[in-house]
């Protein structure tokens, strides 16, 4: 959601909070702005729009300083706005920044209020620098003074505090939103995650749920929930600034696309050998914990919860294992039936996403499952350390908002769960070997997939002009065909749905005209006949039919009135996500014709961290 950057150095902390906010671009742009101390006065540069706006106005207007802090905006609470924007500050001696909700701000706000507080915005943030500043009021320091008004918080929120009164340090805390400290010498930083503050340390400590941590430029403390002091481990990462550069390519979403093939290399690495899959990938004893399972749940958001759509058609079809797909912002709104030895599979990229961390610890809290699995690639992340089983991704870091490669790591690692699952309730060894080299082979399918973007890129000079799409599959390919939908709808802006295509006749076939460009999917599996005949229900309408189909599949199509793409993909388990890859690249390519802001879509933000 929002980015927040603090530092404390000997050196101008102006570039780092600018470059830290730069990096963390991805989690909101809707504002930016900066607080720094100079001595013990406060000042202050907001702007709404990106972080180059603020870049721009603090070249204007500099405010040099050795620390601050600083905030990129999504917007929950108040138009997009300067006096929207972050930091606010109360008295001239406060300034905060936060991302989160703050659920019980109107009640705050009353209180504070009544106490004389005047207030400049419609945040629910902005309670959170009236409230500090009247604790200090009453005698307490910093540290003391955020201890006490978290304790004051309903929500999610992690956030870092400026005071005037004490211009040495920065206090920040968390609560259901991630917040990492950078560990330097003589300088210590905050972030919301470390590729803020890559370019200055590759040491971090990830903050544990209700932490305060003080920083000052030669130590830092960290606190619990109630004052008391506590340790935790500082670790250090692999990550370079260079890995979340967009290098050669002209958006990172584009540059993404095509890590895929080594990302899903990385995802299967060390976990198959020959042709079986490595005992214990999920984690300590987890083979033994696996062959009880009966049952699946997987709640996910978004694309991972497309992810966890195509895991549904594998794991029962391969695994005979019932298993059902939640959206998380549902999940914890309903009453659930959970039969005995079911196993909860929570998917997130950022494993800080909060509907899929509240589903997380709902499930947990009700004693009902088996035990509970995190798929993220986040290693620190909160879903990560409160999951009894994990299964890494490793897709790097991804930074367009438009997720790909976290989706493409997302199926080959839930393949890998489908087929631990197939085997130990029995399925044929000769067919388990033949489906774990499927498996293993599709990064190079993947590799192959991505020499389709030229025809692509042609072809999406044909939709530049659209206002709506239709996009169809069958089967394991229909959570494609919905994804397809998302991501042209996401950077594209142009509207689309996803059908199964059985399902064209019972009320989207209306929709179909010569202005309705319609994408099918169609990988030669049993379902292709039945496919067929629904694209020719779209040939009989007039409808502009586009068909990305394997080599061996016998597809007529008119050349004016559409196009075929094809793909040697063959019966293969990882199919859909081979037929994922042109789709991803022309929902990108159909964006940089319509000039639209590919990496950064209007109202879309990249880690989702509020209900």
């Known amino acids: ?41 406060l000042a202050r540069r907001r702007t709404k729009g990106k972080v180059r706006e603020l870049e721009e106005l ?5 405010a040099p300083a050795h620390i601050g802090i600083a905030h990129t905006r999504w917007a929950t609470h108040g138009v997009p706005s300067t006096h929207n924007a972050h930091p606010h500050v109360s008295s ?47 005698g307490l320091d910093l540290v003391a003074a955020v201890v006490s008004a978290t304790q004051r918080l309903h929500g999610a929120y992690a956030i870092a505090v400026l005071s005037a009164r004490e211009p040495d340090r920065v206090v920040g805390a968390r609560r259901g939103s991630p917040l990492v400290v950078g560990v330097g010498l003589g300088e210590h930083f905050i972030g919301s995650d470390v590729q803020a503050l890559l370019r200055v340390t590759n040491r971090f400590i990830y903050l544990d749920e209700g932490d305060i941590v003080e920083i000052r430029r030669e130590s830092y403390r960290i606190f619990d929930s109630n004052g008391g002091k506590v340790t935790r481990e500082v670790r250090e990462t692999d990550l370079t600034a260079d890995a979340v550069e967009r290098g050669e390519y002209r958006h990172y979403m584009l540059k993404e696309i095509h890590e895929q093939p080594e990302a899903v290399a990385r995802t299967l690495e060390g976990r198959i050998n020959g042709s079986r899959i490595l005992p214990n990938v999920f984690g300590v004893d987890a083979e033994k914990l ?32 019932p298993c059902s797909v939640e959206v998380a912002s549902e999940y914890r709104y309903r009453e659930t039936v959970v039969p005995g030895n079911t196993l909860f599979v929570a998917v997130s990229q950022s494993g800080e996403t909060a509907d899929t961390l509240a589903a997380l610890r709902s499930g947990k809290s009700s004693g009902r499952y088996l035990a509970a699995l995190a798929v993220c690639n986040v290693p620190e992340s909160s879903l990560v350390r409160e999951s009894d089983l994990v299964l890494m991704t490793r897709a790097g870091p991804e930074i367009g908002v438009a997720s790909t490669k976290a989706f493409t790591t997302q199926l080959a690692a839930l393949g890998l769960l489908c087929l631990e699952l197939a085997r130990l309730n029995g399925i044929a060894e000769s067919r ?15 590799a192959e997939a991505l020499q389709l973007e030229g025809q692509i890129a ?28 998302l991501k042209l709808k996401e950077i594209s802006y142009i509207h689309a749905e996803a059908y199964p295509a059985g399902e064209l006749k019972h009320g989207p076939l209306a929709l179909v005209d010569e202005h309705m460009p319609v994408i099918a999917v169609a990988p030669n599996n049993q379902l292709l006949e039945k496919l067929k005949s629904n694209l020719e229900e779209v040939r009989a309408r007039g409808g502009e039919l586009f068909v990305i189909a394997d080599a061996a599949v016998d597809v007529k199509l008119d050349a004016n009135r559409g196009a075929l793409l094809r793909l040697a993909v063959g019966e293969s388990l990882v199919a859909p996500a081979v037929f994922n890859i042109p789709l991803q690249l022309l929902a990108y390519h159909v964006a940089v014709l319509k000039g639209t802001d590919v990496d950064q879509p209007r109202n879309l933000a990249k880690s989702v961290t509020v209900e």
């Not at 005047?118 to 009453?138: K, N, P």
């Open 1 to 41: 959601m929002c980015g927040i950057v603090g530092a404390v150095a000997d050196r101008e902390v102006g570039p780092i909070l600018i470059a830290g906010l730069q990096a963390l671009e991805y989690r909101g742009y809707d504002s930016a702005g900066l607080a720094v101390l100079q001595g013990d006065q």
């Open 58 to 62: 603090l070249r204007a207007d500099p």
């Open 92 to 138: 001239q001696q406060i300034s905060v920044v936060h991302n989160g909700i703050i659920e019980n701000h109107e009640e705050l706000r009353r209180e504070l209020q009544e106490k004389g507080y005047a207030f400049s915005s419609e945040t629910d943030t902005e309670v959170i620098a009236h409230l500090v500043d009247a604790l200090q009021r009453e």
């Open 290 to 321: 696996l062959a009880r399972v009966t049952q699946v749940h997987i709640v996910a958001c978004g694309t991972s919860y497309h992810a966890g759509m195509v895991a549904r058609y594998w794991i029962e079809a391969l695994a005979g294992l």
């Open 432 to 446: 388990y070997e033949r489906l774990v080299a499927e498996l293993a082979a599709l990064p190079r399918l993947v």
């Open 458 to 485: 042609n072809l999406a000079q044909r939709f530049v002009d659209k206002q709506h799409a239709l996009f169809l599959g069958r089967g394991a390919s229909y959570p494609i065909a919905i994804e397809a939908a």
